[in-house]
């Protein structure tokens, strides 16, 4: 079931990519694995899956130690300062850095163990009360900031867009994404790189690709429904 629904998937990264006239190789795919057993991480390994998306250290540490050793985990959820250290020397990247505490936090414990982190700054594009992010006028300070750390190296921006039924209605939050990229781009900061845009979930990563995003992250489409425990 997952190596079907993982070449839908692919499949749809592909036309969307015909679509606008983009490289498919320019859209890497996270398998967002959260809540979902290892054994189904490794049926999606065995596909050919090597970047796999959680959302709880635990969760990551759990995993990492049960699976193959060259996949890249990719933390996306709100991180708490005192549990970087679980997964600082575990992650490819840390896409929900939100705030100059928790960057200054990372730079103090990936400065401890010599390593440089690979971060995107998380934008909350739509202003939802509900959910982490740095606005959009705060994102240039926030990266002329963190610009400094030399631990640290910003690697693009993520959004997650509102939930909708229709993702067209989502276009407008990944243009301007893909907009502020392009304005903080220009800046040629030093130290700060604008090359990735972590946008687009199940129900929207095909509108997500047309607006420009070269990851996206997606669990239902290829996992099947999460089951919280209550
Ligand atoms: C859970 C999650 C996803 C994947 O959501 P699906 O709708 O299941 O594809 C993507 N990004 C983040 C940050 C998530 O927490």
Redesign the pocket.
Known sequence: MIAEQLQQVEERIRRACQRCGRNPEEVTL?A?S?TKPVEMLLEAYQEGCRCF?E?KVQEITAKYDQLPEDISWHM??HLQRNKIKYIIDKVAMI??VDSLRLAEAIEHEAAKRELTIPVLAEVNVAEEESKFGLKVPEVLPFLEAVAKFPHIKVQGL?T?APYVENAEENRSVFRQLKQLQVDIAQRNIDNIHMDILSMG???D?EVAIEEGATMV???????GA?QYAI
């Open positions: 996270i967002v959260k998306g959302n996306i959820g896409h929900s993520m997650i979930m199940t129900g990563y992250r997606v669990g239902t489409g290829i996992f999460r």
